[in-house]
């Protein structure tokens, strides 16, 4: 296939907001390709190629003096070929390869290919082509159910391999796809409410536990075999040895865990969230420890667990890893839920997280079985921009442009933010100058006063409320904005909506998401 197929394909998406002609489109896509370009073509429609990260930024790309192709000439499979050797080149002599590698890649291209070449590369690609529109075209063009499709893709972490089990195999092919022990699963998600007592409202019967300001993990073993993934599904097992050794000493042989992990001070309190992902982050083991807490558990012993309500899961994470399981009570009653979540704040964790004890894990959705309440307003929002400091901050990026997801495009471009404020409050100097080399290096363009970045950077803020707004387009600002901490672990596709912002309007309607 040529990737100018795709380009054309992806103009007609962005040209509509109907999600049925987006469907359309994508499903007609999908059905002319062979079995070797459904992964590559998933990766580029997603802007997540399946190489990772191509190491290179927006001003590289943007200033090829080169002349582009007049017509369509380049194919899907030259594309990912490129890609692949563009993550090889290494050592010495590797800028002047890499210069040589994408100035032939946009000489074959066309100039409006180019164009839709690095927004790809840089992953600033947003048209509306999201994960739940594209499932939905895969199961449109293979001609299968599409909760099977969005089934598979959940349990096995893996839209393109997905994409292509459902394209190329049978419906059984598809129906086979389950859980692997080793191969990360999407993790479920949690809506908000405002009280306790709202929760329990919706939950019914729960088990109310400790939401803790750490790092999501999720922990495989197998046999002798462990290992740990990020809520990304990024492998980090090589940086959480003491996590591989608790769990290789558990009393089971296979088993997939969900849970958090936190560093602790010495008297056991919890650190801030920035010492436990700078502990995370690390490549090597450093004197701050991460212990584990678990609270879910997928698979056991040649069990898969996720079609089985949460009070027969909790069994079984008693019964393999009781020392390891996150504070908790089970309880339907709203004055033991409070004390619960009152104790919660006193050892200095965020809230509670209430669960009903009926609900199956929903891998890779967000529902009403899990509801998270927190004291204070937070939101994970994205960065859209930052402008240059001035005063003591000259020569920092400093105000930093934060923007709500709008998947439905309401409010602008379908799949993409919209605006809801700036702040440069809560920047300690060490984060400013993490900023300022983090966004120089994403940079895909300019805003008044700085620059406009790759829109893959969450940031956590806490608010005081919202307010109207005519300035933005979604109708909604951010009152007294202040950064609690940057969410590294966190991707894009997870952060909060416009739709949870203005839910806090007077007159809103219960949030939604968090």
């Avoid at 197929?5 to 359309?24: C, H, P, Q, W």
């Avoid at 996150?326 to 033991?336: E, H, L």
């Avoid at 709500?404 to 809801?420: I, K, S, Y």
């Avoid at 404020?421 to 700085?450: I, M, N, S, Y």
Wanted: hydrophobic share 45%.
């Amino acid at each position: 296939m040529l990737f100018g197929d795709i380009e054309t394909t992806l103009a007609a998406v962005t040209g509509t907001r109907s999600r049925l002609a987006k469907v359309d489109a994508l499903a007609s896509l999908l059905r002319g390709l062979e079995p070797d370009e459904v992964e590559p073509v998933v990766g580029f429609l997603t802007a997540a190629p399946r190489q990772g990260r191509l190491g290179v930024g927006y001003k590289t790309l943007s200033n090829r003096a080169v002349v582009h192709a007049a017509a369509s000439t380049l194919t899907v499979a030259e594309v990912d070929d490129a890609f692949s050797r563009l993550v090889g080149i290494g050592g010495n002599g590797s800028a002047a390869q890499r210069a040589a590698l994408l100035d032939d890649l946009a000489e074959r291209s066309t100039a409006g290919e180019w164009h839709l070449l690095i927004r790809i590369m840089t992953g600033e690609l947003r048209t509306g082509a999201l994960e739940g529109v594209l499932l939905d075209a895969v199961a449109r063009a293979a001609e299968r159910d599409a909760a099977a499709v969005r089934r598979a893709a959940m349990l096995s972490g893996d839209l393109g391999q997905t994409a292509r089990v459902a394209l190329t195999g049978t419906a059984d092919d598809l129906a086979a796809v389950g859980l692997i022990v080793g191969r990360g699963v999407q993790p479920m998600l949690a809506s908000t409410a405002a009280t306790v007592a709202e929760a329990l409202g919706v939950a019914g019967r729960a088990s109310v536990e400790y939401k803790l300001d750490g790092a999501r993990v999720q922990v495989h073993r197998h046999g002798d075999e462990v290992r740990v993934f990020t809520r990304t599904l990024a492998d980090v097992t090589h940086r959480v040895p003491e996590i591989v050794e608790i769990v290789r000493g558990l009393p089971v042989t296979d088993v997939i865990f969900d849970g958090e992990t936190l560093s602790l001070d010495d008297d056991g309190a919890p650190r801030p969230f920035q010492d436990t992902m700078a502990r995370f982050g690390a490549e090597t083991a450093r004197e701050i420890a991460l212990r584990p807490w678990f609270f879910d558990i997928l698979h056991v012993d040649g069990r898969d667990l996720v079609d089985e309500p949460l009070h027969a899961r909790l069994d079984e994470l008693e019964r393999v890893a009781a020392p390891w399981r996150i504070p908790a009570v089970i309880t339907d009653d709203d004055a033991v839920a409070d004390d619960f979540a009152r104790a919660a704040l006193a050892a200095g964790h965020e809230g509670v997280m209430v669960k009903g004890l009926d609900a199956t894990y929903t891998a890779g959705r967000r529902g009403k079985s899990w509801l998270k309440v927190k004291p204070v307003h937070t939101f994970d929002l994205v960065v859209l921009g930052v402008e240059r400091g001035s005063g003591r901050r000259a020569g920092w990026y400093s105000n930093l442009h934060l923007g709500a997801r709008d998947p439905d495009g309401l409010f602008g471009e379908p799949g993409g933010f919209v605006m809801v404020g700036k702040t440069f409050k809560g920047l300690t100097d060490e984060l400013l100058a993490w900023q300022t080399t983090h966004f120089a290096e994403r940079e895909t363009g300019e805003v008044p006063g700085g620059i406009r970045v790759v829109p893959d950077t969450v940031v956590e803020i806490a608010i005081d409320g919202v307010q109207r707004s005519v300035r933005y387009p979604g109708g909604v600002a951010l009152r007294f904005a202040r950064v609690k901490t940057y969410r590294s672990d966190k991707p894009a596709a997870q952060a909060d909506t416009i739709d949870t912002l203005r839910a806090l309007l007077p007159g809103g309607c219960a949030a939604a998401e968090g």
